[in-house]
């Protein structure tokens, strides 16, 4: 099942989305994007826990 996550649900007023089969796939790309844009460099575990409550089923 595919999984989306927004990134709305973390930083306000963000219109980017993404898309993945699984999960990890779909952190990497939420890391990526926050580590570009968003100067997340550090994925603490809060963090991450922040995020993948953040992933919904597409
Ligand atoms: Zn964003």
Redesign the pocket.
């Given at each position: 099942m595919t999984k989306s996550i927004q990134?709305a649900d973390?930083?306000p007023g963000?219109e980017?989305q993404a898309e993945a089969e699984t999960e990890e796939a779909l952190l990497q790309k939420a890391a990526a994007?926050?580590a570009s844009?968003?100067n997340v460099t550090e994925l603490t575990d809060e963090i991450v826990a922040k995020v993948k409550g953040c992933i919904r089923d597409a």
């Open positions: 990134c973390l930083f963000c980017f994007h926050a844009v968003h």
